[in-house]
T-cell receptor, first 117, second 110 residues
Framework: GAVVSQHPSRVICKSGTSVKIECRSL??????MFWYRQFPKQSLMLMAT?????????EQGVEKDKFLINHASLTLSTLTVTSAHPEDSSFYIC?????????????FGEGSRLTVL | DAKTTQPTSMDCAEGRAANLPCNHS???????VYWYRQIHSQGPQYIIH???NNETNEMASLIITEDRKSSTLILPHATLRDTAVYYC???????????FGKGTHLIIQP
């Protein structure tokens, strides 16, 4: 079964509204989680690294004020797309390192498809 | 920069072995080779990883060349459900997220 769960799996919103996506690690603690974005027919692009108890680290070109990340607990990270626009429509995927692993293996969530009208 | 090179697409007949190559000629000594796959509209699924030795699990086998500059993922008996994009990645572990390239779109033909 899934060890990283995302919610919602699909969301449709109006332009200008904000949308929150949750990422939970099931049965293990994740001090670090990664958020990716994937546009149609393209590969996954790392957006940011979510760190429990501290600020997220954003990749170059990703607006931190638009994509708010909160790592509220050792099992939950949230991504809020603020003032969403149609160009933010994408597949958002979170991941967390396998507990106890130092090899880089990641568990991925099922993804959340955002459509902004 | 994905740091790995893979063919864009491959076809394989159902029931046959699918051999997916990956070039990672600049891999450093502490980096692992990872393979993930992504079925349409789903999150990536871990397949296998290795450092130096060949590895096998219930899903696949990973053959790493002695100089570690390339590897091959082998799906021994491909089924239609193995149609997906297969990503070959390298990672030194730690707190860095994995960097994805474009992967290989494997199409299993009936």
């Amino acid at each position: 079964g899934a060890v990283v769960s995302q919610h919602p799996s699909r969301v449709i919103c109006k332009s200008g509204t904000s949308v929150k996506i949750e990422c939970r690690s099931l049965d293990f603690q994740a001090t670090t989680m990664f958020w990716y974005r994937q546009f149609p027919k393209q590969s996954l692009m790392l957006m940011a690294t979510s760190n429990e108890g501290s600020k997220a680290t954003y990749e170059q070109g990703v607006e931190k004020d638009k994509f708010l990340i909160n790592h509220a607990s050792l099992t939950l990270s949230t991504l809020t797309v603020t003032s969403a626009h149609p160009e933010d429509s994408s597949f958002y995927i979170c991941s967390a390192p396998r507990a106890g692993s130092n090899t880089g293996e990641l568990f991925f969530g099922e993804g959340s498809r955002l459509t902004v009208l | 920069d994905a740091k790995t090179t893979q063919p864009t697409s491959m076809d394989c007949a159902e029931g046959r072995a699918a051999n997916l190559p990956c070039n990672h000629s600049t891999i450093s000594g502490n980096e692992y080779v990872y393979w993930y796959r992504q079925i349409h509209s789903q999150g990536p699924q871990y397949i296998i990883h290795g450092l130096k030795n060949n590895e096998t699990n219930e899903m696949a086998s990973l053959i790493i060349t002695e100089d570690r500059k390339s590897s091959t993922l082998i799906l021994p008996h491909a089924t239609l459900r193995d149609t997906a994009v297969y990503y070959c990645l390298r990672s030194g572990g730690g707190a860095d997220g994995l960097t994805f390239g474009k992967g290989t779109h494997l199409i299993i033909q009936p």
